[in-house]
């Protein structure tokens, strides 16, 4: 796992002890994969249609971002 996203995960894991209790807490594989498909998405800019912006919030939640 690349540094920056273990810290990344790392951070999420604290997140998840205050704001995350009723959520299951996702595997450093998930994570992963997860932050890479918000990567895509916020890349995307203003160019992100209805479909792909419910999703962007959905990966907010689920990341405990939001």
Same mark, same amino acid.
Do not use: C, H, P, S
């Given at each position: 796992m690349? +540094?920056?996203v273990h810290k990344r995960y790392l951070d999420y /894991? !604290? +997140?998840h002890v205050y704001f995350g209790r009723k959520m299951p807490i996702l595997s450093a594989? *998930?994570?992963t994969r997860l932050s890479a498909e918000l990567a895509v998405l916020d890349a995307q800019? *203003?160019?992100r249609d209805d479909e792909e !912006? !419910? /999703?962007r919030a959905a990966l907010l939640h689920v &990341? &405990?971002?939001d």
């Open positions: 690349d +540094r920056t /894991r !604290e +997140r594989a *998930d994570f800019g *203003d160019d !912006e !419910e /999703r &990341l &405990l971002k």
